[in-house]
T-cell receptor, first 112, second 112 residues
């Protein structure tokens, strides 16, 4: 069974640009959550999508948004990038709740 | 008071030693307790998933939950250099991704 995949794996952007990250969950998983991981703050929850609807949202500014498609694939968008957005962005999927989640390898975003 | 406390380490032990990793928490609503292992520049990997109090064993790993003390542990027997990684605890109350919290992780080093 294929695991969670994320593309791209690495990304370098400049301040002010926008970026879109993609996540394909494990087959049969309908919940997709996104996290930001930095050395100082650890893993921070961004949002969760379930059956194309945003079910939960963390404490991040509106520059961070996402969506989920009918095949459960999800995208995350960050607009007007700031230096502080440099981080590892992780996607996790689960069957029907945010309990037993499986993570992808992450997208490492560097903002210069 | 933070919801979850986890010593960041680094924790350095010789190969073959028994390792004890711990998290303490304050919210009694947490019912599901997980441990993840994260290698450098990779996504977290689910190691153990337990519900409520008690012990769960899987190979060299044992997860222990004491809800009365709000204390969870992960024990690693016969530790190997390949166990060197960051270990994160994850606590979940149920009902969606906003009911979960990650510890910041303990960096474990197994010396050959």
């Amino acid at each position: 069974k294929a695991g969670v995949t994320q593309t791209p794996r690495y990304l370098i952007k400049t301040r002010g640009q926008q970026v879109t990250l993609s996540c394909s969950p494990i087959s049969g998983h309908r919940s997709v959550s996104w996290y930001q991981q930095t050395p100082g703050q650890g893993l921070q929850f961004l949002f969760e999508y379930f059956s194309e609807t945003q079910r939960n949202k963390g404490n991040f500014p509106g520059r961070f948004s996402g969506r989920q498609f009918s095949n459960s694939r999800s995208e995350m968008n960050v607009s007007t990038l700031e230096l502080g957005d440099s981080a590892l962005y992780l996607c996790a999927s689960s069957r029907d709740s945010a309990g037993e989640q499986y993570f992808g390898p992450g997208t490492r975003l560097t903002v210069t | 008071q933070k919801e979850v406390e986890q010593d960041p380490g680094p924790l350095s032990v010789p190969e073959g030693a028994i390792v004890s990793l711990n998290c303490t928490y304050s919210n009694s609503a947490f019912q599901y307790f997980m441990w993840y292992r994260q290698y450098s520049r990779k996504g977290p990997e689910l190691l153990m998933y337990t519900y409520s109090s008690g012990n769960k064993e899987d190979g060299r790993f044992t997860a222990q939950v004491d809800k009365s003390s709000k204390y969870i542990s992960l024990f690693i027997r016969d530790s190997q250099p390949s166990d060197s990684a960051t270990y994160l605890c994850r606590l979940y109350s149920g009902g969606g991704a906003d009911g979960l919290t990650f510890g910041k992780g303990t960096h474990l080093i197994i010396q050959p």
